[in-house]
């Protein structure tokens, strides 16, 4: 089945660090692939997505490139602000359909410090 | 427009009693997900609803959990005989297919809810 593998946290960061969170996953097909992010006490919302291979999304200064030779898609921004503290997950969907289920990863937290 | 809501936002029960809680779906939206965030597991899809109907019910982790959704909209998950590990957040979502999609919501794309905290004491 579907899988997606997250690097370990947490992550600590400076101010105007530059962040790199790593993501591999197991599909069968061309998935597609997003990173949400859950700021503390709010619910899980849409960063940035990708639909097919060589794409890249971005959003609030974060991207990821789809890599289907690597199957990954690892998010990256280049200078964290402390409002960027939040845990963060990758997830894909399958090619079952558009309105198919999200396979996430674990997720993991990321803090900024001033 | 009103995003996804949840009810309750926090329920402690005790082992052995069953819970309700309660999905309100975005307007229109008529694709509804329930997963389970919890300690340790991550994130695990439960159940997808299209309409009425669930043709996707494959991570229910067992038959004391159901899930029903009546007339296009509101959800209820159903946990009977409740256990500590089932003590998580339970997370809903909807999406819309994308055919006279509401403004603001992009087609295809899973809103989440607040979602609601079960502690299972």
């Known amino acids: 089945g579907n899988s997606v593998t997250q690097m370990e946290g947490p992550v600590t960061l400076s101010e105007e660090a530059f962040l790199t969170i790593n993501c591999t996953y197991t599909?069968?097909?061309?998935?597609?692939l997003f990173w949400y992010v859950q700021y503390p006490g709010e619910g899980l919302q849409l960063l940035l997505k990708?639909?097919?291979?060589?794409d890249k999304g971005s959003n609030k200064g974060f991207e990821a490139t789809y890599r289907k030779e690597t199957t990954s898609f690892h998010l990256e921004k280049g200078s964290v602000q402390v409002s960027d503290s939040a845990v963060y997950f990758c997830?894909?969907?399958?090619?079952?359909?558009?309105?198919?289920?999200?396979?996430f990863g674990k997720g993991i937290t990321l803090s900024v410090r001033p | 427009g009103a995003g996804v809501s949840q009810s309750p936002s926090n329920k402690v029960t005790e082992k052995g009693k069953d819970v309700e809680l309660r999905c309100d779906p975005i307007?229109?939206?008529?694709?509804l997900y329930w997963y389970r965030q919890s300690l340790g597991q991550g994130l695990e899809f439960l159940i997808y609803?299209?309409?009425?109907?669930?043709?996707?019910k494959s991570g229910l982790p067992s038959d004391r959990f159901s899930a029903e959704r009546t007339g296009g909209s509101v959800s209820t998950l159903t946990i009977q005989r409740t256990q500590q590990e089932d003590s998580a957040v339970y997370l809903c979502?909807?999406?819309?297919?994308?055919?006279?999609?509401?403004?603001?919501?992009?087609?295809?794309?899973?809103?989440f809810g607040p979602g609601t905290r079960l502690t299972v004491t």
């Open positions: 979502a909807s999406s819309s297919t994308g055919q006279g999609s509401t403004q603001n919501w992009a087609p295809y794309e899973q809103y």
């Open positions: 599909a069968t097909g061309y998935p597609s």
């Open positions: 990708a639909t097919k291979a060589d």
């Open positions: 997830a894909l969907r399958g090619t079952a359909g558009a309105n198919s289920k999200l396979t």
């Open positions: 307007s229109g939206h008529t694709a």
């Open positions: 609803f299209q309409g009425n109907s669930a043709p996707d």
